[in-house]
């Protein structure tokens, strides 16, 4: 997309799904409160995870709740099988990334969820708005199947259309809110892993979605000067649950097992025995205490339920 088209399409979203940035707005349409979930959902007892390639679809879609699902590229398209979050509000829907490379077909996939979720709840067709959580390759791969739809709007990964879409004074020091229309988000600047990251607060379920800074997998580190931003993410994020209810804290990626310190090497297509996709909000504290006390030099080392993983010390592949 050319720099001249690029704010054209923001102002066509921000015209259509009425944007709201305000934070009195925001706390009217959704108040946040401490023990009080306004739509709480479920996971799945078992994600598709690569040991059954001859039957597991391309995608597994999981409706979290009504008005959330959770898709999943399957193991045996892409090693990595990230995981895609997509919310429905009444004005707008958001879709979190697109997927890793491989065969699947993610905008047909996505279609058939948001046809069924818009004649479900007669709002006609309202815009589809794909951002990423950072814009990595498994992320980003498939953007391609949803340029040129009409209604949708794919919000380039590079940092500056990140700082603009969301409405980052400060990135990443400051927070932003998006409202898709009775739904407002909360997104932080997360970098560390990689800088254009995000994570994202949904207050409605409470779910806080952190891309790939935090889930139960390696946690990349990709260059030295990339560690405070890490740590001080991380922080970010622990700080913001004592502000605000999160019930889970949700990645993109599983490469841990269920048992303590059972780490799956990455590219691993099989892996019977995964540990849950969600963390309860501790884990944070978790990761930053492990993160400080391996102080200014991070180091490849395996923890119960993650691994700091500085990939220019020990190599990607790398598995204790
Ligand atoms: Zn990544």
Redesign the pocket.
Known sequence: MSRILLPIVFLAVFASVAILRAADQATVADPKQFGRIAQPGVFPDQWINGTDCETNPFGQVHAYNEDLYIIRQSKCDSYEAPFLYLIFGKDAALLLDTGSFGFWPVAQIVKEVYDDWTERNGVGRIPLIVAHT?S?G??TYGDFKFRGIPNVFVIPPTLAAVIQFWGFEDYPNDQTQIDLGGRVLDVLGTPG??PTSISVYDRRTQLLLSG?IVYPGHLFIFSQNHWADFKASIKRMWDFTKENPVEWVVGCHIEMGADPFESYKYTTVEQPNEHTLQFRPKILKKILEAANGQGVEPSCEIFDEFVIHPVYQCGITWNG
Do not use: A, V
Request: no cysteine.
């Open positions: 950072h990595h498994d992320h892993h990689e790939d």
